[in-house]
């Protein structure tokens, strides 16, 4: 374990947070799950296309020059010998579940950030051995799991703090940040560098002048809430200077999910049938956690890519929001992406390289839909009766139960046809990390790796 703390006593006066943050994470599960993989370049793309790009790369690609987000073109270009893997979701929230009871035998987890980011509040007779307590991790994870598995650690007297200290010593590093030691000790860091600065705050930031660490250091908490546009600029301010400011719980605002469509999935037919399974999927994840919807908004995104398998400056996008009074049912939302994909067919110029469908405004499955909207109709969204929509939703309900009881593939509205890349409503995100009721396949096995064929 790389570390870049001293031993004296008054370097712990700080230790008041625990960040873990684990290296390469889905090329590094893939490499833990195959032996043969370990040492290797390893990309893990999202579907087995040779048109796609790598969201994860091990470290060993990252040692010779290689981006997180890179082509499976580029990279072969740069590293000839790289080797592709398709993403196995499930796989890793396996592991990760796994990777949580190790780390909670160390030292209680106080919030999951993501699949391999996570916080811990540190007592005070826990700061007063905690280059210790990090060694015990992780010995733990590399006890349990094996060498290839690791993770960076940052301390520091707030969660930002200690996230930057575990970012500045990938891989498998320990990290003690000292507020008394700002902003020396960051100010090598560029903006964007920083969680929460992205390229649009950036451009805020420079556009005032603000171009280094120091600079951003010098500013007062109401000068970063002006440059921020709300409270954010304030949290961050605190905690940068070491403040604690305590988060407000997330409020659940959507549900909703995006695919990548590889070349022959881009024409018209079939866009709508990922949109269309995409939908469903969002209306199952609504109903089990008890909310009703009232807007849908469906995107297309163009698909091409500039230097570094990002989608390039002025790709192509078509959007198209839809409000609606308050509907759980798959035949109502299905009805409703139809409506969509309508508006569609007459606007969309483009071949477009990935799908979204989100439905949000949610309001409480049981809320009295007179008190919220006013006189109740007598018919639902569809213009069908009341009665018909409960029916709707009776139905919705049934098939519900028949797959928890029997499969996810046991009952589907229409036919089920395979998406490229498959895990449909499964895929992870940061923030989100799918429930095991979220996989609507059958699960892998944790060695069966799935070797990109193009």
């Not at 997330?250 to 549900?255: I, N, S």
């Not at 213009?383 to 919705?396: D, H, M, N, T």
């Not at 519900?400 to 996810?408: K, Q, S, V, Y």
Request: charged share 25%; aromatic share 6%.
């Amino acid at each position: 374990m790389s570390d870049s703390v001293s031993s004296a006593p008054d370097n712990l006066a700080d230790a008041k947070r625990l960040y873990l943050d684990f290296d390469s994470f889905f090329a590094s599960a893939e490499q833990h799950f195959n032996p043969d993989l370990r040492g290797k370049p390893v990309g893990v793309v999202p579907l087995d296309s040779p048109h796609t790009g790598c969201i994860a790369i091990s470290r060993e690609a990252k040692a010779r020059g290689l981006k997180s987000n890179v082509s499976i073109k580029e990279a072969r270009q740069t590293v000839p010998d790289m080797i592709f893997v398709v993403a196995r979701p499930d796989a890793y929230v396996r592991l990760h579940h796994r990777i949580l009871k190790v780390i909670e035998a160390c030292l209680p987890i106080a919030k999951v950030r993501s699949i391999d980011e996570l916080v811990c509040h540190l007592l005070p007779s826990q700061s007063e051995t905690v280059i210790a307590l990090a060694g015990r991790i992780k010995r733990a994870l590399a006890d349990e799991f094996s060498s290839g598995l690791t993770c960076s650690i940052g301390v520091a007297s707030t969660e930002l703090l200690a996230k930057i200290g575990a970012e500045l010593t990938k891989p498998d590093g320990f990290n003690l940040l000292r507020t008394q030691n700002l902003p020396g000790q960051l100010e090598h860091l560029k903006l964007t560098k920083l969680p929460g600065v992205s390229d649009g705050i950036e451009a805020r930031l420079l556009a005032a002048g603000i171009r280094s660490f120091p600079d951003l250091w010098a500013l007062d908490r109401k000068h970063l809430r002006a440059l921020w546009g709300n409270v954010e600029g304030e949290r961050f301010w605190n905690g940068l200077h070491g403040e604690h400011m305590e988060r407000p719980e997330t409020v659940k605002r959507m549900f909703g999910h995006s695919r990548m469509l590889p070349m022959d999935w881009r024409t018209p037919e079939k866009v709508h049938e990922c949109a269309r399974q995409l939908a469903l999927s969002a209306g199952r994840r609504l109903r089990r956690a008890g909310f009703r919807a009232t807007k849908m908004t469906v995107g297309l995104r163009e698909g091409r890519y500039s230097t570094g398998g990002r989608s390039a400056k002025g790709a192509k996008r078509w959007v198209r929001e839809l409000v609606f009074e308050p509907a759980r049912d798959d035949h109502t939302l299905l009805e409703i992406l139809s409506e969509a994909m309508t508006h569609c067919a007459r606007e969309w110029r483009f071949k477009p390289r990935s799908v979204s469908v989100m439905v949000h405004g949610l309001v409480a499955e049981d809320a009295a839909q007179g008190d919220l909207f006013g006189p109740a109709s007598s018919t639902s969204v569809s213009g069908r009766p009341r009665v018909s929509q409960a029916k709707r939703e009776k139905l919705s309900d049934t098939l519900d139960l028949l797959r928890a009881a029997h499969g996810p593939a046991a009952a589907t509205i229409g036919p089920k046809v395979e998406l490229p890349g498959g895990y449909l409503g499964a895929k992870i995100a940061f923030g989100r990390i799918p429930d095991l009721a979220d996989f609507s396949e059958a699960q892998t096995e944790d060695g069966a790796t799935h070797f990109c064929s193009a």
